[in-house]
């Protein structure tokens, strides 16, 4: 069973920074797309980036040049480096990933459990 696993959330002022990661395990046959999405009180889940298996990112606009993601393939991890942290990146942040869990089995997305960024004063 495949299993998506975040850490790296908490409590920290305007302008500093956070490191959150997710690692997948489990019965892994490939990982394809890894990203995170988030989601405020009384909001839908946005797309915050993506980074596809060759590599390539994907950012909203809301957090280009504030926001690094990166993926180590060897350990089936991706990250999300957050700079210059505003309140309105409070929220709770999610893992994605594309998963094939055995090969010739369904290639689905699986999610994490979440987890709180709070950026307050």
């Known amino acids: 069973q495949v299993q998506l696993v975040e850490s790296g959330g908490g409590l920290v002022q305007p302008g500093g920074s956070l490191r959150l990661s997710c690692a997948a395990s489990g019965s892994i046959f490939s990982i394809y797309n890894m990203g995170w999405y988030r989601q405020a009180p009384g909001k839908q889940r946005e797309l915050v980036a993506l980074?596809?298996?060759?590599?390539?990112?994907n950012y909203a606009d809301s957090v280009k040049g504030r926001f690094t993601i990166s993926r180590d393939n060897a350990k089936n991890t991706v990250y999300l480096q957050m700079n210059s942290l505003k309140p309105e990146d409070t929220a709770v942040y999610y893992c994605?990933?594309?998963?094939?869990?055995?090969?010739?089995?369904?290639?689905?997305?699986?999610w994490g459990q979440g987890t709180q960024v709070t950026v307050s004063s």
């Open positions: 980074i596809l298996s060759g590599g390539s990112p």
């Open positions: 994605y990933a594309v998963i094939t869990p055995v090969a010739g089995h369904l290639t689905s997305p699986y």
